[in-house]
């Protein structure tokens, strides 16, 4: 069965799995259109504010700071305070955030807002990812990316709508409100579903601390940084970057989170055969060749550039969140939490330097006698160069962890472990997967 029952007050209130993990992927849409819608309206915030690069830059990068912020408290109260309570700040802050969008007259005012919408992307993640290994605790790996398919594919229906919405001359403010409507959906099942009590992760927040401790978490933590600017750095700015390139950046990244999103529902063989450390090596090696790829090509050619790349980031962020749910347990949601946040934290300290990189680049470009479209193909150029130097970097690094043979703490024990959808040894009767019938 996928409802199951919980005690409270004599009370034994139904607790729908299914309508949870739908309520998840939801919040997660949310969090996802708005990097997606954000990049397809930057053009317009820059023209309309008089915006440098380098200043949305730092607008952008208030997404990816408000979302660590709020990782990181939620996963230190995440044991006291519950994932409810999480989801209502998440959705408080994506009212208060897409409203204050809206309403902004200047760069102050969107520095502002975005924040307040990248600690509701934050909370989203923090009271999920736990939620989710929780419930279906025999099946995490494969349900946490079953949940994370929701983020590439809300990328791709926020970048259809702001292409849809721009191309008939529809403006930025529109463009955001479109968000308010599955915020509202979310937000209702939020304050009506039951949420169910941690039962199958380590709820002890001191246990959570001392796991914290291991050597591999400071690696991996390291590690997330750069795959998550790899994959989002990128994203955010693709737009920018491919301008002039005879490519729609914003239809490169709905076909990248297009791939990326039906390559994370059916990881299964996959992450099977590789194991997670495998699959990271091999995401690695293909998002630095996407990103050769596309120093290399124009106009239609690009869109293969994209196909490769999306092959690269599409395991990145679930699979480094489910590794430390199965190699170091004992962090808990806490470990979660902070993984995320250190990929968002890092994305955030990157995301002016990129901005700052393109104004330079173009300058330098104009410098040499090059006209304005010449200038931005040969500035998406030279930053996609200096992306290239952080796959390089990860594909270094997870050789060296997947020669080392990592061994899961449970590996030794008679308990289900099952990879994207793959069992590994006997499973419980019970299924931990909400798209299968009850």
Same mark, same amino acid.
């Given at each position: ?5 919980? #005690? ?5 209130? /139904? ?45 952008? /990068? ?129 304050? #009506? ?36 600017? #790899? ?208």
């Amino acid at each position: 069965m996928n409802t199951a029952s919980a #005690t409270v007050g004599g009370a034994t209130p /139904s607790i729908n799995r299914n309508r949870l993990f739908i309520m998840a992927c939801l919040s997660l849409i949310v969090t996802s259109m708005t990097f997606s819608i954000r990049a397809g309206v930057l053009n317009q915030l820059g023209g309309e504010f008089a915006l440098s690069d380098t200043q949305l830059g730092w607008m952008n /990068s208030m997404a990816f700071l408000g979302f660590p912020v709020a990782m990181m408290i939620g996963g230190l109260v995440y044991n006291q305070v519950g994932a409810k309570n999480l989801m209502i700040i998440a959705f408080i802050g994506h009212l208060l955030g897409l409203v204050l969008t809206i309403l902004a007259t200047g760069f102050w005012g969107l520095i502002i807002s975005t924040f307040f919408i990248g600690f509701a992307n934050g909370s989203v993640e923090a009271a999920c990812n736990p939620m989710i290994a929780d419930m279906y605790h025999r099946n995490k790996t494969a349900m946490l990316n079953r949940f994370h398919v929701w983020f590439p594919g809300g990328i791709v229906i926020g970048a259809l709508v702001s292409q849809g919405m721009t191309s008939v001359g529809l403006g930025w403010q529109l463009q955001v409100a479109t968000m308010l409507i599955p915020t509202a959906i979310y937000g209702y099942m939020v304050f #009506t579903e039951t949420f169910p009590k941690s039962e199958n992760i380590e709820s002890s927040t001191a246990t959570n601390i001392k796991g914290l401790l291991s050597p591999l978490f400071f690696v991996m933590i390291i590690l997330m940084t750069m795959t998550a600017t #790899t994959e989002l750095g990128t994203g955010q700015w693709i737009e920018r970057i491919l301008a002039g390139s005879g490519a729609s950046g914003l239809m490169v990244l709905a076909l990248t989170a297009g791939l990326m999103a039906v390559g994370r529902y059916f990881a299964g063989p996959i992450v099977h055969r590789f194991n997670p450390v495998g699959v990271l090596l091999g995401s690695a090696i293909f998002s630095a060749l996407g990103l050769f790829l596309f120093t290399q090509t124009s106009g239609a050619m690009v869109y293969l550039a994209a196909i490769v790349f999306a092959l690269g980031v599409t395991y990145f962020w679930p699979t480094m969140i489910g590794f430390v749910g199965e190699y170091l347990p004992k962090t808990g949601a806490l470990g979660m939490s902070l993984m995320g946040g250190a990929g968002m934290f890092g994305v955030s300290i990157w995301n002016p330097v990129i901005g700052g990189w393109l104004d330079s680049a173009r300058e330098a470009a104009t410098s040499s006698g090059l006209d304005a479209a010449a200038a931005e193909i040969a500035a998406g150029q030279a930053v996609i160069s200096r992306l290239m130097v952080f796959p390089i970097l990860l594909i270094v690094a997870f050789a060296i962890l997947y020669f080392m043979r990592l061994k899961r703490p449970d590996e030794d024990t008679a308990e289900t472990v099952v990879h994207e959808g793959a069992t590994v040894t006997s499973a419980a009767a019970e299924p931990d997967d909400p798209t299968r019938p009850v």
